[in-house]
């Protein structure tokens, strides 16, 4: 089976959340099944950057899109039995950000990713490479649905494929203005509200659920909350008219990648039957942030976007309250500046128990699931949400807000039954956050009961 996927960003190539994570682990599961799976990535400059060895594949191409045309090549690197394929066009790719920068996203995104989806589907045809199903993901990727109804419609190439598109974050919808349907070679009459429109403008998530055979997101509760008012983002309505071709599958994850028995990225490796280099791990993470962490003081970290999403706002709320409970905080994120003035502020008031780093460090993410006790997670709404995962890899115990995927994959602890491997908390405020935080903490101030927890959690996952 051909399988071509498309992903605005794919581990280890270029990644900004969760979605470089998936990008990257699925199509190499779905290889290991036998399946001929070529991804489609854009040659950021962090691609170009990071000294690969790329093998040209297209040297020059082009195609005309709203009556320019666009010179392109295409350059591949094959790794764990997947090829990716790299689609070059230094003006729109080679650039500091995926997607922008700290001023804001770049102005001309719908043309760069209109041009992403419609130079990878050239390009299947280019090398022959006629799939049996087309698989994108959000809205970067979508507007490859529209050109396969409306652009490549009836077109015996494509005739056989059959297409998915899976919504990893209904939030981010790709919206730009009317013109933009003409400027990326898409017929002007897809603006109506039946098609591409949404309240005066273009979105481009649309074009994926509305065109795409199947429509998946990433956890069963998120594909239901997102048929709801309070978490459809104005889509709720058009999710519900395609409810019949949308499923919930909660992510997976790969161990390959997140497996502290053979993670280079953390101080001293361990396994569920001996966690004694988790100790280790615990008393470097401490060391990283320039903190003690005495044993009997639970550490509680989070590797988090500093967006409203992640419910660091809760987090600001509830700081002194958390930090009152006698527990060392350690923060790893990068996002709105406002969040990040507030912590630096409030690391200023707690440093001696609140490590702090506004940076996007994969060395230093892994080596706070491997040494934290506990791992926060306060999310307003979370699609799927990997952290908890990884965290609970590592031996150390989630407290998330029961919302998506976090709901789907923590159960709360019951010490008397000696079932669930995390906390949770239902209402988005700062007591009940502080106040599930509170029974983790009264579980970690009992070290056998803190084991069983921790054996649980590492079962389960
Ligand atoms: P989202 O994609 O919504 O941000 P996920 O939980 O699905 O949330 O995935 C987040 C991914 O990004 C994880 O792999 C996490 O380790 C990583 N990550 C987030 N922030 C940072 C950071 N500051 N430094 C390193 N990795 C980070
Ligand atoms: C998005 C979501 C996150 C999910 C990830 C991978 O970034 O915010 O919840 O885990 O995609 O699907």
């Known amino acids: 089976m051909k399988v071509a ?108 990713f209109a041009f992403f989806s419609r130079a990878a589907l050239e390009t299947m045809r280019a090398l022959d490479f006629s799939p049996d199903i087309i698989h994108g993901h959000d809205w970067q990727s979508a507007l490859a649905f529209a050109y396969l109804r409306h652009v490549y419609g009836g077109d015996p190439f494509f005739a056989r494929a059959r297409t998915l598109f899976t919504i990893h974050n209904l939030a981010y919808q790709g919206l730009f203005e009317q013109e933009v349907l003409a400027r990326v070679g898409l017929p002007p009459a897809l603006f109506n509200m039946n098609d591409l429109e949404y309240f005066g403008q273009v979105n481009a998530l649309k074009a994926g659920i509305l065109y795409a055979d199947a429509v998946t997101t990433v956890s069963p509760r998120y594909s239901r909350e997102i048929q709801t008012p309070e978490f459809g983002c104005g889509l709720d309505g058009l999710l519900r008219s395609r409810a019949g071709v949308l499923h919930g599958i909660l992510n997976g994850v790969d161990y390959r990648d997140w497996d502290p028995a053979t993670d280079r990225h953390i101080p001293r490796n361990f396994t569920p039957a001996d966690l004694s280099g988790k100790k280790v791990c615990r008393e470097m993470l401490g060391l990283e942030f320039g903190l003690a962490a005495p044993e009997d003081r639970p550490v509680v970290g989070m590797v988090t976007r500093l967006a409203g999403q992640k419910g660091l706002d809760i987090v600001c709320e509830a700081l002194d309250d958390l930090m009152g409970l006698g527990l060392t905080l350690i923060i790893l994120g990068t996002g709105e500046q406002k969040i990040q003035d507030f912590l630096l502020a409030a690391r200023k008031k707690h440093s001696d128990r609140f490590g702090l780093k506004i940076a996007f460090d994969e060395r230093i993410a892994h080596t706070i699931y491997a040494g934290s006790d506990i791992f926060l997670i306060p999310s307003r709404y979370e699609p799927c949400g990997l952290t908890q995962m990884y965290a609970m890899k590592y031996g150390t115990i989630p407290v998330v807000r029961a919302t998506g995927g976090l709901e789907d994959s923590v159960q709360e602890y019951d010490p008397r039954a000696g079932e669930g491997n995390g906390f949770k908390f239902l209402e988005a405020e700062a007591g009940p956050l502080v106040e599930a935080t509170a029974r983790a903490l009264a579980v970690f101030k009992k070290p056998g009961s803190w084991r069983k927890l921790v054996g649980l959690s590492l079962i389960h996952i």
């Not at 997947?82 to 043309?111: C, H, K, M, Q, S």
Request: proline letters at 6%; a negative charge.
């Open 5 to 112: 996927f498309l992903a605005s960003e794919v581990i280890p190539y270029a990644k900004t959340g969760g979605l470089a994570d998936v990008a990257g682990a699925l199509p190499r599961f779905l290889a290991g099944l036998g399946a001929d799976v070529k991804v489609f990535l854009p040659l950021y400059r962090a691609v170009r950057t990071k000294g690969l060895v790329l093998e040209p594949v297209i040297e020059a191409a082009s195609l005309e899109m709203g009556g320019r045309s666009l010179d392109y090549a295409v350059h591949a690197h094959r790794a764990d039995r997947v090829t990716v394929l790299f689609i070059d066009r230094p003006e729109f790719f080679d650039r500091d950000g995926l997607y922008g920068t700290a001023a804001g996203d770049y102005p001309d995104n719908g043309e760069r």
